[in-house]
């Protein structure tokens, strides 16, 4: 699935939907360009070509190849964000407890990643980028991403499921980058392994059955 097949059903038919649509076919262009031969190889000629518009319509709705890919960037990491949400909240619904809003958004974190594996690869590998002129985007595109877990944390903490000693942000981070880092690995070297099997694994290890101790239970 190309990143902007799971809103282009909402957003072509909303106000300005022909222009999003058009920004889709770039956004997924561009992501797939890139994955194959990097951002300094990769061409607005060659976007344009592949996303089927004229290079005119690439500069119309980006300034330029550097902003195309921020907002790429934005716009994927944003779907990941209201992804992990969604997660949470429907587990909150259905009266789940916190390791179950964290395994479930576990899993919604899966999903996305088998759904974009070129998006995700791009991603983790701008993360160890400082000089790169989206940088500060892709700084607070992930702190919003890694807030919807360290929310879920919190509200573990004061309703007493979970230890008050908990590091909130740093583990929130790391439960984001063992999801990310786990799916990478499983796509590349272990294909053959079903996204019910990963994640049963990482279930496992964040209910503590790795260790025998719980996630800072009381």
Known sequence: ???????????????????????QKLYEAAVTLIAEQGFSATTVDEIAERAGVAKGTVYYNFA???VLFEELLRHGVGLLTASLRE?????????????DALD???????????????????YVAELWRTNRA???TLMVVRQEAVAVVENVLRDGIANGELSDEIDT?????????MVLVAALDWQAFQPERSLDDVH???????????SGDGLGHK
């Open 200 to 210: 049963s694994a990482l279930s496992r290890l964040l209910q503590g059955r790795v």
């Open 169 to 177: 942000p740093l583990t929130a981070s790391a439960l984001v980058g």
């Open 134 to 136: 989206w940088q500060s």
């Open 104 to 122: 479930a958004m576990i899993r919604a974190g899966l999903v996305f990643i088998d759904r974009y594996p070129a998006f995700t690869q791009l």
């Open 1 to 23: 699935m190309t990143i902007g097949a799971m809103e282009s059903s909402r957003t072509v038919d909303s106000g300005g939907g022909r222009r999003q649509a058009t920004r």
């Open 64 to 66: 330029s190849k550097s």
């Open 87 to 99: 997660a949470s909240e429907k587990t909150a619904r259905d009266g789940g407890s916190t390791v």
